[in-house]
């Protein structure tokens, strides 16, 4: 059974940095592809970044130059390293995961998609304020 424990989230002020962790368990992160969605209230869960077979990148307009996916295969866990932190990103944000197999093109094309991930954490708030 997998599951997904992300950790890091806090108050930061407007221009500062988080790291976000998200610990797996019965899933290798870089077996398939992992992805780090955000939600804030009256608002759909938006992709924010995710990371196929541990090397391929992918990251939201909104984010690209300021966030970082990442992962460490001796921990099993995956990283988003946020700088240069606005309001705007002021949300929940969740890990997801899927073990189903997906060509990359597939993938690429479609990763922000939520239904294509069956496993997702509980979720960690991040707060900037400006």
């Known amino acids: 059974q997998v599951q997904l424990v992300e950790s890091g989230g806090g108050s930061v002020q407007a221009g500062g940095s988080l790291r976000l962790s998200c610990a797996a368990s019965?899933?290798?992160?870089?077996?398939?592809?992992m992805g780090w969605f955000r939600q804030s209230p009256g608002n759909g869960r938006e992709g924010v970044a995710a990371?196929?077979?541990?090397?391929?990148?992918l990251y939201a307009d909104s984010v690209k130059g300021r966030f970082t996916i990442s992962l460490d295969n001796a921990k099993n866990t995956v990283y988003l390293q946020m700088n240069s932190l606005k309001s705007e990103d002021t949300a929940m944000y969740y890990c997801?995961?899927?073990?189903?197999?997906?060509?990359?093109?597939?993938?690429?094309?479609?990763?922000?998609?939520?239904?294509?991930?069956?496993?997702w954490g509980q979720g960690t708030q991040v707060t900037v304020s400006s």
């Open positions: 990371i196929y077979a541990g090397f391929a990148r």
């Open positions: 019965g899933y290798a992160v870089s077996s398939n592809y």
């Open positions: 997801a995961a899927d073990s189903r197999p997906l060509a990359f093109p597939r993938y690429r094309d479609n990763w922000s998609a939520p239904t294509l991930y069956g496993d």
